[in-house]
Structures are given as structure tokens and as C-alpha cells.
């Protein structure tokens, strides 16, 4: 069955780091876009990074310059390493694809369970 997996999720003091990946099983072909999303408690799913294809990558403001996302040359694998870290990042991380040839946020229809991040102060 074709799913995506992601792993590597935990608990951590902010200011430490976390990187989490995400696996993909019954896809024959590389993706056009991956992503991470989050959705912090109690409030809605905001859009943190993506790389296309090509190797562009976009961010959102707050993890610029402490996450980065990276992906295996199969273009099926994804990666976030994610340094000082801090209270707010904390959110159920989710790793979505998509063969649609824009990166936007609604483009992307294959979504993994999540993986849950917690920064402690």
C-alpha cells in the first residue's frame, strides 16, 4: 500500500536539535514536491518547508535559518534537521508529496501520520 512514513520525532530542551525523515513505500517515481507541515495544538496546520524536484526549497519565516530540508536522490525520501529549537516549534510534524508541478500548499495529496515534536523550555 502506498504510504509515506515518518520517523524520528521526540522530546527535546529548546535550544537542542531533532531531525526527522520520512520514508515512502509503494511509490514507483520520485515526487515533483515534498514537504513538512505542522499543526501546533490548537491550532491549524501551517506549511514549514519544501524542496522541489530541482532542489529549491522554500521555508517559513520562523524556520529560516535554524531548519533545513533536504531529500535522497531517489526524490522519495525527505529529511528536516531542525536546530534551536524552541517552545513553539512544538507540533505533530507531517510529511506530504506531491507529482503536481507547483510546491503549493494545496498541491500536495499524499500525507504521511506524523511524527510528534516537543521542545521543553
Known amino acids: 500500500q502506498d504510504r509515506l512514513v515518518e520517523s524520528g520525532g521526540g522530546s527535546v530542551q529548546a535550544g537542542g536539535s531533532l531531525k526527522i525523515s520520512c520514508a515512502s513505500y509503494?511509490?514507483?517515481?520520485?515526487?515533483?514536491?515534498m514537504g513538512w507541515f505542522r499543526r501546533p495544538p490548537g491550532k491549524e496546520r501551517e506549511k514549514v518547508a519544501t524542496?522541489?524536484?530541482?532542489?529549491?526549497?522554500t521555508y517559513v519565516d520562523s524556520a529560516k535559518g535554524r531548519f533545513t530540508i533536504s531529500q535522497d536522490k531517489t526524490k522519495l525520501s525527505l529529511y528536516l534537521e531542525m536546530n534551536s529549537l524552541k517552545v513553539e516549534d512544538t507540533a505533530m510534524y507531517y510529511c506530504?508529496?506531491?507529482?503536481?508541478?507547483?510546491?503549493?500548499?494545496?498541491?500536495?495529496?499524499?500525507w504521511g501520520q506524523g511524527t510528534q515534536v516537543t521542545v521543553s523550555s
Open positions: 524542496i522541489a524536484r530541482d532542489g529549491t526549497t
Open positions: 506530504a508529496a506531491t507529482y503536481a508541478h507547483y510546491c503549493t500548499s494545496d498541491s500536495f495529496n499524499f
Open positions: 509503494g511509490y514507483t517515481y520520485g515526487f515533483n514536491c
